[in-house]
T-cell receptor, first 114, second 116 residues
Framework: KAGVTQTPRYLIKTRGQQVTLSCSPISGHRSVSWYQQTPGQGLQFLFEYFSETQRNKGNFPGRFSGRQFSNSRSEMNVSTLELGDSALYLC?????????????FGPGTRLLVL | AQTVTQSQPEMSVQEAETVTLSCTYDTSENNYYLFWYKQPPSRQMILVIRQEAYKQQNATENRFSVNFQKAAKSFSLKISDSQLGDTAMYFC?????????????FGTGTRLTIIP
């Protein structure tokens, strides 16, 4: 099976812009979670989507949003970018409900905000 | 809230030696999962090993094994016959599926360097 894919892999934006990141889970997986990784804050949970519904949300401002499509692909959007949004954004897929309870990660999207 | 603590920010070991990375966690729940993930310089997060709390037997995956002490809330990773490719950041992570929460809580990581 193909692994989790994320696009784009690298992105440079300026403050105030918005950005959309995409994640395609492992075939058959219906749960997608997003994490932000920064040197200062480490790995932090953003949100999880399952069957097109947001199931959990981390402690991030409303500028961070996401959605999931019927094919389980997910997008996350960050509006009004700030310098502090520069990070590696990781997506993970999980075969939720199948007693697997294991998240498999994509290669990440590196976002640099100037 | 669950917390995960990795008290060793950096470690180094000679190639072919054995190294143990420490992890402790705090939770009031009884059913949960613990993981070790490896993040090499490529930044790809790779699952190393997984442990279910209700299983008393320690998980093993080839050269990787864990010492899971539920009462002590300790979950250490042992890497035997270490190889240069083991050089990476290692993260301990906790998940409790209670109430449908599939969120992973990570420790701060241990940077492991294998010396040739």
């Amino acid at each position: 099976k193909a692994g989790v894919t994320q696009t784009p892999r690298y992105l440079i934006k300026t403050r105030g812009q918005q950005v959309t990141l995409s994640c395609s889970p492992i075939s058959g997986h219906r749960s997608v979670s997003w994490y932000q990784q920064t040197p200062g804050q480490g790995l932090q949970f953003l949100f999880e989507y399952f069957s097109e519904t947001q199931r959990n949300k981390g402690n991030f401002p409303g500028r961070f949003s996401g959605r999931q499509f019927s094919n389980s692909r997910s997008e996350m959007n960050v509006s009004t970018l700030e310098l502090g949004d520069s990070a590696l954004y990781l997506c993970a897929s999980n075969n939720r409900g199948q007693y697997q309870e294991t998240q498999y990660f994509g290669p990440g999207t590196r976002l640099l905000v100037l | 809230a669950q917390t995960v603590t990795q008290s060793q920010p950096e470690m180094s070991v000679q190639e072919a030696e054995t190294v143990t990375l420490s992890c402790t966690y705090d939770t009031s729940e009884n059913n949960y999962y613990l993981f070790w993930y490896k993040q090499p310089p490529s930044r790809q997060m790779i699952l190393v090993i997984r442990q279910e709390a209700y299983k008393q037997q320690n998980a093993t995956e080839n050269r990787f094994s864990v010492n899971f002490q539920k009462a002590a809330k300790s979950f250490s990773l042992k890497i035997s016959d270490s190889q240069l490719g083991d050089t990476a950041m290692y993260f301990c992570a906790f998940m409790s599926p209670l109430f449908g929460n599939e969120k992973l809580t990570f420790g701060t990581g241990t940077r492991l360097t294998i010396i040739p």
